[in-house]
């Protein structure tokens, strides 16, 4: 989306689904000038240990 150029990189992530056997989870991140450099999303299995 953008270089990801600065000092600083700060990321956010957040389960957008949270089923019985899978989730759903998104996560974003930002240059130090508030630009957005990257944006991914992810399904997980949930295994029980």
């Known amino acids: 989306m953008a270089p990801g150029t600065g000092d600083k990189l700060r990321c956010r992530a957040e389960i ?12 974003v991140a930002y240059r130090s ?3 957005k450099v990257a944006f991914a999303t992810g399904t997980f299995f949930i295994i029980q240990k």
């Not at 957008?16 to 996560?27: A, C, E, L, R």
């Open 33 to 35: 000038d508030g630009k």
């Open 16 to 27: 957008v689904h949270k089923g019985s056997k899978t989730m759903v989870i998104s996560g």
